[in-house]
């Protein structure tokens, strides 16, 4: 599969294409840029100096922020976006509508593989993952194409948390 093209945060009418593609406003959009980028802020990790920022918007209209907490035995690390579905899921919410990280590398960083598995578990396959780099970029995928032919709940006869 070929790199998703890179489009600018500084270009309207790409943003708006962006959108229109997959259901999201403007707002929407911007929300998920600028908080994204925000929560890169609170990672905690000194060891890869290697900021995530990670927020999920739900159908409901929320913003639920991550980010990624090192641990000195790095196995123990916890990506941002498992933290923000962490405090989501434990905070009542449920059925997502966008996914975004942020970076402060380019080309975008994507949600590496485990994390692709944990927004199997809650998200539809046709979630877009917003990925924001460091210089002004961004690209979308959705989840089916970070993730083709997934494993999850419905596989053990469980329903879709999505
Ligand atoms: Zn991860």
Do not use: W
Request: aromatic share 8%.
């Amino acid at each position: 599969m070929p790199a998703p093209e890179i489009h600018s945060t500084a270009s309207p009418t790409s943003i708006a294409a962006t959108c229109a593609l997959y259901n999201l406003t403007p707002t929407e959009f911007s929300e998920l840029h600028t908080q994204a980028v925000a929560a890169k802020a609170a990672a905690y990790c000194p060891y890869s100096h290697f900021r995530v920022g990670c927020v999920l918007l739900t159908h409901a209209g929320a913003y639920i922020p991550g980010a990624n907490v090192e641990n000195a035995s790095y196995p123990v690390t916890t990506c941002a976006e498992r933290v923000a579905f962490g405090r989501a899921i434990t905070s009542g919410h449920r059925g997502f509508k966008a996914v975004a990280v942020a970076t402060d590398i380019s080309p975008p960083a994507s949600p590496c593989g485990m994390c692709r598995q944990c927004i199997r578990e809650f998200c539809e396959p046709s979630v877009p993952v917003v990925m924001f780099d460091g210089s002004g970029g961004y690209s979308v995928m959705r989840l089916e194409e970070l993730l083709p032919m997934s494993f999850g709940p419905e596989a053990l006869g469980f329903p879709s948390q999505a």
